[in-house]
């Protein structure tokens, strides 16, 4: 066996089915020990809200984190975050100018100041009428000449982040610091903001069982022999993938 760079979201995805986590985990860790496999968490979540899961479940310790949909990154369990993914998401950033745009949408409403960033400014955005909004914000954003991604998720959640960031990008960046190749690179996830982890190339994609129809949807229409569709719900469907492409062998 070979070592794989594994990269998962957490709630819904690798959280979720506590017994079926814990048996990937055995896995993972094995994997780790002996072939030198790389375990990332990649979450929406803060820091300080990552920090929250870590006391709540049995997660192993990652090699590396991605906080804030792709607006951190840190290494070893470090507090301090990677000042080079800091160099890639500056180009271009002015959130005050974004923020400037998002003020003339009176149903944009802005996420709790925990939520908020440097690199990323979060409000909630109903379901009923995102599909209308999103475009209209994202051209007064263009119009005003600032490039930056949109990325809706779990049907109330929108982050304006930097061009050169989200769970994707992330992803691309990890894999060559350690030079792992796309086909050795597997990512998980169950929602919106983990679209972008499936769209890059040839790195593998599971999507979970329970996946939302945000993510289902965009799958069906844009199907891939590098992405599998588990039926199994959150961890469960993640070692179904892995056996699936290969990464484990699940028999005997
Ligand atoms: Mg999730």
Redesign the pocket.
Same mark, same amino acid.
Do not use: P
């Given at each position: 066996m070979a070592p794989f760079l594994f990269i998962t +979201?957490? +709630?819904?995805?690798l959280v979720g089915d506590d017994d079926a986590m814990m048996q990937l985990n055995q896995h993972l860790s094995r994997h780790r020990d002996e072939y030198g496999t790389k375990i990332v968490y990649s979450t929406g979540r803060s820091p300080s809200l990552y920090q929250e899961l870590l006391s709540e479940k049995p997660l192993l310790s990652p090699d590396a984190v991605v906080t804030g949909v792709g607006t951190g990154i840190y290494y070893d369990g470090s507090t301090v975050p990677d000042r080079l993914w800091y160099d890639q998401l500056n180009p271009g950033w002015q959130r005050d100018r974004v923020l400037a745009v998002t003020n003339l949408f009176a149903d944009l409403e802005p996420q709790p100041e925990d939520e908020q960033n440097d690199y990323k400014a979060s409000f909630f955005l109903d379901a009923a009428i995102a599909p209308d909004l999103l475009p209209q914000i994202e051209a007064s954003l263009r119009a005003e000449g600032l490039q930056v991604n949109l990325v809706y998720s779990g049907g109330e959640h929108l982050d304006i982040l930097p061009q050169g960031a989200n769970k994707g990008l992330a992803m691309v960046f990890l894999r060559q610091q350690w030079n792992f190749a796309p086909e050795r690179t597997v990512a998980c996830? +169950?929602?919106g903001n +983990?679209l972008s982890m499936f769209h890059s190339g040839a790195e593998r994609g599971i999507i979970v069982g329970n996946a939302m129809a945000e993510l289902r949807d965009w799958h069906d229409e844009n199907p891939s022999p590098n992405r599998y569709l588990a039926t199994s719900h959150c961890a469960a469907g993640i070692l179904e993938g892995l056996g699936y492409f290969g990464f484990l062998q699940l028999n005997g």
């Open positions: +979201d957490l +709630d819904h995805t996830g +169950d929602s +983990d």
